[in-house]
């Protein structure tokens, strides 16, 4: 009898040891998943990146059109254009320096100034950002 339960022991024991090795994955299987994560990744990451600039190049015409509206107000009001972005700042026109969402910087606007200088030293601003959007027009033209 103690051999019965030695044979039974042993033929589990062999039974487990085959299922625990066939629990496992070869490396055919991890290379095929492999590569359909690959093929998945080169298929969503150029419109992942593709997204991602057309929000910087909106968030950059929304950015562009407060600060002009702020300026327009702020020559409405005072007859004069402001110095510096700052007097919009600190006059409460805008809340913060407008950031360059092209170039993460607000020091990296470019002023333009009317034609007389009695009337102000900022009179419209432009993205001092390289490069073009993805209509082809650079960023500094808008």
């Not at 042993?10 to 299922?19: F, I, P, Q």
């Not at 805008?94 to 990296?108: K, Y």
């Not at 333009?112 to 959007?133: E, F, L, T």
């Amino acid at each position: 009898m103690n051999s019965v339960v030695i044979a039974k022991r042993e033929a589990t024991k062999r039974a487990g040891e085959a299922h625990a090795r066939a629990r496992g994955f070869t490396l055919v299987e991890l290379l095929v998943v492999m590569s359909i994560v690959a093929m998945l990744v080169s298929l969503a990451a150029p419109r992942y990146f593709g997204g991602l600039e057309k929000s910087r190049e909106t968030a950059l015409r929304q950015t562009l059109a407060v600060t002009r509206d702020a300026l327009d107000k702020f020559y409405g009001d005072n007859g004069r254009y402001p110095d510096s972005l700052d007097v919009l700042v600190s006059k409460r026109y805008l809340r913060s320096m407008p950031v360059d969402p092209i170039t993460d910087s607000s020091a990296t606007w470019t002023m333009v100034s009317p034609g007389d200088p009695a009337k102000g030293a900022v009179q419209d601003i432009r993205s001092g950002a390289q490069g073009a959007g993805r209509d082809g027009k650079p960023y500094r033209e808008w």
